[in-house]
């Protein structure tokens, strides 16, 4: 009877956890990571940027005050001559009811807007190459905007208009480029990622809308979370910090829930433009 009872239960905990974790019962997997940090204005690699991976796990129940997300793994990595950087893919075991959560990241190197943490200045933009061509976080400016939004709408009242009358009464336009991605189609896009080989930075200001596939996040299942699990190379660019106060903000990453020891070159890089700090105060870089 102990040993049935015993089975049913872990039979219960199995089908709980597989129901709810696309990595299978226990088993918590992350794929590689590569990338390149460079300049947002000069497009030059950063060398010695301080890359930081944050692996976390969800337990689903764990008392009265329900779940919580936990830290299991810290890597960190600095950049090379080419600005690259590279995290093998991680494995291990957790334990039941809990669920793997998405991989984080900070990019940091004094004198540059940082990713990932506390800063003034954040990156300017982090591209993705995909298989089908190159996905884009970047701030969309609100000419933009308009403009994807107007040619959406004027696709939508040409659709409408070979529908009955009654239904078109019921059709309300309501499409936002807020929760759509930019995809730019391409070939052999990580190769020309890693090449920097792409018509452009500023996406999406200089490019023609109508190459642009925009998919839906919340019907595709994608966050610009897991995004970067989804890729296969990705390249960050952070702006240079002009004046005494930008590097202050950006330098105010906070990382003292976590023991030093855990992340020792980014602590390292922290203590070293504080240093910067006191000996330069009032500095302002000068604009060439």
Not at 194 to 204: E, M, N, V
Not at 228 to 244: A, C, F, H, Q, R
């Amino acid at each position: 009877m102990k040993n049935t009872l015993m089975f049913l239960v872990l039979t219960l905990i199995l089908i709980f956890n597989t129901s709810v974790s696309h990595a299978g019962w226990l088993i918590y997997h992350k794929p590689e990571f590569k990338g390149k940090v460079i300049d947002s204005d000069t497009k030059e690699p950063i060398d010695g940027a301080v890359v930081v991976a944050i692996y976390r796990k969800d337990t689903l129940i764990s008392g009265p005050g329900g779940g919580y997300t936990s830290i299991i793994k810290i890597r960190e990595t600095l950049t090379d001559v080419k600005g690259e950087f590279r995290f093998p893919s991680y494995t291990t075991v957790i334990q039941p009811l809990s669920v793997e959560d998405a991989v984080s990241f900070i990019f940091f190197k004094p004198g540059y807007g940082n990713a990932g943490g506390i800063s003034v200045l954040p990156q300017k933009f982090i591209i993705w190459a995909l298989p089908e061509g190159l996905a884009f976080h970047h701030k969309i400016s609100e000419t933009l905007k308009r403009r994807v939004e107007d040619a959406w709408r004027r696709d939508f009242e040409e659709f409408i208009k070979t529908l009955p009358e009654k239904q078109r009464a019921r059709m309300r336009f309501n499409r936002t480029v807020r929760y759509q991605l930019p995809i730019l189609p391409m070939k052999d896009a990580k190769k020309r990622l890693q090449a920097l080989d792409i018509p452009f930075f500023t996406l999406p200001y200089d490019i023609d809308i109508e190459s642009i596939k925009w998919i839906n996040m919340f019907e595709e299942d994608i966050t610009y979370s897991n995004l970067k699990e989804k890729s296969d190379y990705m390249v960050i660019g952070l702006p240079k910090l002009n004046t005494w106060e930008e590097r202050r903000k950006t330098n105010m990453i906070s990382i003292s829930d976590i023991p030093e020891r855990r992340w020792p070159l980014l602590n390292k890089a922290i203590e070293k433009e504080k240093e910067w700090l006191r000996r330069n105060r009032g500095w302002k870089r000068k604009i060439k």
